[in-house]
């Protein structure tokens, strides 16, 4: 039963660094979302994507591309970070944003930037 | 856009009954979910309300009145691990595509 998995876990990049963030679900869901977590700032969607190639912006895109090509997998990256991308980022999927209520998360990528 | 209030924290003891109460202003709105998450964790999925009313899981119950843009989440019988923080969430149609947005959450201390 893995549901979700995001890689990595933690990961500690420098200023100008770009990396890519996964995702992956084994569920096959049609919906997947990225979300990015700060204190006292709740969850905030990044992006988010209802099906495989078809993708759009959430709350705060900026500094951060997506792509979908597969149901399974839904890579979050960052083209150049900055400390204000430091944060504890989350993917999420369910089976049909319209049909299916239940959001399954990832245990979540901790990411500094310095 | 979309905008979701919620206490930022809400304490109570064990064996008590907390209300935890959110407010929405949304534009095209599909139904109010509730999430939990403890310190270090992931958000786990607790109830929907698609439409008005009570909604009952165990000790947790989940009321809706779309008329007043407004929810709560009712837990009762408090244990120490329902010390959490949780997030009302809606699913918002702005551009076609529904999105699941979440309030900043409420911080619960449950006490011995």
């Known amino acids: 039963n893995a549901g979700v998995t995001q890689t990595p876990k933690f990961q500690v990049l420098k200023t100008g660094q770009s990396m890519t963030l996964q995702c992956a679900q084994d569920?096959?869901?049609?919906?997947m979302s990225w979300y990015r977590q700060d204190p006292g700032m709740g969850l905030r969607l990044i992006h988010y994507?209802?099906?495989?190639?078809?993708?759009d912006q959430g709350e705060v895109p900026n500094g951060y591309n997506v792509s979908r090509s597969t149901t399974e997998d839904f890579p979050l990256r960052l083209l150049s970070a900055a400390p204000s991308q430091t944060s504890v980022y989350f993917c999420?999927?369910?089976?049909?944003?319209?049909?299916?209520?239940?959001?399954?998360f990832g245990q979540g990528t901790r990411l500094t930037v310095v | 856009g979309q905008s979701l209030e919620q206490p930022s924290e809400v304490t109570a003891v064990e064996g008590a009954i907390v209300q935890i109460n959110c407010t929405y202003q949304t534009s095209g709105f599909y139904g109010l979910s509730w999430y939990q998450q403890h310190d270090g964790g992931a958000p786990t999925f607790l109830s929907y309300?698609?439409?008005?009313g009570l909604e009952e899981t165990g000790r947790f119950s989940s009321f809706l009145s779309r008329s007043d843009s407004y929810g709560y989440l009712l837990l009762q019988e408090l244990q120490m691990k329902d010390s959490a923080s949780y997030f009302c969430?809606?699913?918002?149609?702005?551009?076609?595509?529904?999105?699941?947005?979440f309030g900043t959450g409420t911080r619960l201390l449950v006490s011995p």
């Open positions: 994507s209802v099906g495989a190639g078809i993708t």
């Open positions: 569920m096959n869901h049609e919906y």
């Open positions: 969430a809606v699913r918002d149609d702005r551009t076609g595509f529904q999105k699941l947005v």
């Open positions: 309300n698609g439409l008005d």
């Open positions: 999420a999927s369910s089976y049909s944003i319209r049909e299916n209520t239940e959001a399954f």
